[in-house]
């Protein structure tokens, strides 16, 4: 095919995009406007790639000719739903199909999947997609890595052989491109899973090296479940694995809804900090509260088989802590050691021997001090001198729903 100076212009262009940190999406559109203008027409174009991700099975790109565009994420259950079995795209990527090709303008003809007659009945006439495989790692079960591309025109001939070629030429192009970015995406993702958002961003930006790190101000939060010996041995692997999960769903998944970083699950045990900003220690202190609140209310919603609902400890403290990476040079982790840390451990025990769902330090309960009573001050193994503690006044099973 003999390129233009038009598609050498848009060529240069996605190069360009690719060298910079560009949006997927928003650069899927600049493509589409630009191949329009040149009189490369499709009113309708999608963009679809697989990911990497614990939630998410893959995402696409929706542009319209005068209507933006739509960024969608399907989740991995989405795969059984009515609209992905009966896809085009599910059956090129079962097919190991790299083209697929559908006149819409025939009338009465069959069409093999629902897609095609609502394209019709919108008035378009052709319809083309085309893989581009390349190796990402991805979740799903069929097909390669890479991105699809679907086109669809409303001209009245459809696509001629002339704009299918030119239409392949910048794919290779927009491949290139999308491979850069969804790399970029699919690493932070496993970043910011595997490590949280913050120590995610650390490693990312360079601070990989044994004893890398930052100290910070910081509420620890420290919970750890109450009982799970006994139930590890009542129940089967699958229905503990199944509470356990439960458990971690409720204490960090309402550390994260409050802005908190959960850094290390240990055993049954969750560590999580919520980081003391420049308004100082107040708001720290009153979200990990809320958010200590909110778990045993989860957890006392939990069902459990044959059992009585499940109940934690929570231990709240506050102070320096050095956040960075700690391990040997070969295998390292990235999480907050000192004093601090050790404290809410220690605390978080005491809530087992005083039988008290939560316990905080005086610095923690001022933040809120209608909420808490005194219950004494007591030795904790590796702190110097006895620290106060302080209780929840009313029941920490009580309703705190998280900010949405």
């Given at each position: 095919?003999q390129?233009?100076?038009?598609l050498?212009?848009?060529?240069?262009?996605?190069?360009r995009?690719a060298?910079?940190d560009?949006?997927t999406a928003?650069?899927f559109?600049?493509?589409c406007?630009?191949?329009?203008?040149?009189g490369i027409?499709?009113e309708?174009?999608?963009?679809s790639?697989?990911?990497?991700h614990?939630?998410?099975?893959?995402?696409?790109?929706?542009?319209m000719?005068g209507g933006g565009?739509?960024l969608?994420?399907?989740?991995?259950?989405?795969?059984?739903?009515?609209e992905?079995?009966?896809s085009?795209?599910?059956?090129?990527?079962?097919?190991g199909d790299?083209?697929l090709?559908?006149?819409?303008?025939?009338?009465?003809a069959?069409?093999?999947?629902p897609?095609?007659?609502?394209?019709?009945d919108?008035?378009?006439?052709?319809?083309l997609?085309?893989?581009?495989p390349?190796a990402l790692?991805?979740?799903q079960?069929v097909?390669?890595?890479?991105?699809i591309?679907?086109w669809?025109?409303?001209?009245p001939?459809?696509?001629?052989?002339?704009?299918i070629e030119?239409?392949e030429?910048?794919?290779?192009r927009l491949a290139?491109?999308c491979?850069?970015?969804?790399?970029?995406?699919i690493a932070?993702t496993l970043?910011?899973?595997?490590?949280g958002?913050?120590a995610?961003?650390q490693?990312?930006?360079?601070?990989?090296r044994?004893?890398?790190?930052?100290?910070l101000?910081a509420?620890?939060f420290?919970?750890?479940?109450?009982g799970?010996?006994?139930?590890?041995?009542?129940?089967?692997p699958?229905?503990y694995?199944?509470?356990?999960n439960?458990?971690?769903?409720a204490a960090?998944?309402?550390?994260?809804a409050?802005?908190g970083?959960?850094?290390?699950?240990i055993?049954?045990?969750?560590l999580a900090?919520f980081?003391?900003e420049?308004?100082?220690?107040g708001?720290a202190?009153?979200?990990?509260l809320?958010?200590?609140?909110?778990?045993?209310?989860?957890?006392?919603a939990l069902?459990?088989?044959g059992?009585?609902?499940?109940?934690?400890?929570?231990?709240?403290?506050?102070?320096?802590?050095m956040?960075?990476?700690?391990?040997?040079?070969d295998?390292?982790?990235?999480?907050?050691i000192?004093?601090t840390?050790?404290a809410?451990?220690?605390?978080?025990?005491k809530?087992?021997?005083?039988?008290?769902?939560?316990?905080v330090?005086e610095?923690?309960?001022?933040?809120?001090?209608?909420?808490?009573?005194g219950?004494?001050?007591?030795a904790l193994?590796?702190?110097?001198r006895?620290?106060?503690?302080f209780?929840?006044?009313?029941p920490?099973?009580?309703?705190?729903?998280?900010?949405r």
């Open positions: 095919m390129t233009t100076p038009v050498e212009a848009i060529e240069d262009w996605l190069i995009e060298l910079g560009p949006d928003e650069m559109a600049g493509l406007q630009r191949m329009n203008a040149s027409r499709a309708r174009a999608m963009l790639w697989a990911t990497l614990p939630l998410i099975e893959a995402e696409t790109v929706l542009w000719d565009i739509e969608a994420q399907h989740r991995h259950e989405d795969a059984n739903s009515d992905w079995l009966n085009p795209i599910r059956a090129m990527l079962e097919r790299l083209r090709r559908c006149p819409l303008s025939r009338s009465n069959p069409f093999d999947y897609l095609f007659h609502s394209l019709a919108q008035g378009f006439t052709d319809y997609a085309i893989a581009t390349f790692p991805t979740a079960e097909g390669a890595s890479g991105i591309v679907t669809a025109t409303r001209a001939e459809g696509f001629d052989q002339t704009t030119q239409i030429y910048l794919l290779m290139l491109a491979r850069a970015t969804i790399q970029t995406r932070q970043a910011d899973t595997y490590l958002r913050r995610g961003s490693v990312l930006a360079g601070r990989i044994h004893g890398d790190g930052e100290s101000d509420v620890i420290y919970t750890d479940l109450r799970s010996t006994a139930l590890a041995e009542r129940l089967d699958d229905a694995l199944r509470l356990l439960g458990y971690f769903d960090a998944g309402e550390v994260m409050r802005g970083e959960v850094l290390d699950f055993g049954d045990a969750v900090v980081p003391i420049a308004e100082g220690l708001p202190a009153r979200q990990a809320a958010a200590a609140r909110a778990v045993h209310a989860r957890l006392a069902p459990v088989p059992a009585t609902p499940l109940t934690c400890g929570i231990g709240l403290t506050c102070g320096p802590v956040f960075g990476n700690i391990g040997v040079p295998r390292l982790t990235f999480s907050v000192g004093r840390v050790n809410a451990a220690r605390i978080e025990a809530t087992k021997e005083l039988r008290e769902p939560v316990l330090t610095e923690v309960a001022a933040a809120d001090p209608a909420s808490f009573r219950v004494g001050r007591f193994t590796g702190v110097d006895p620290v106060e503690l209780a929840l006044r009313t920490a099973v009580a309703s705190d729903p998280a900010p």
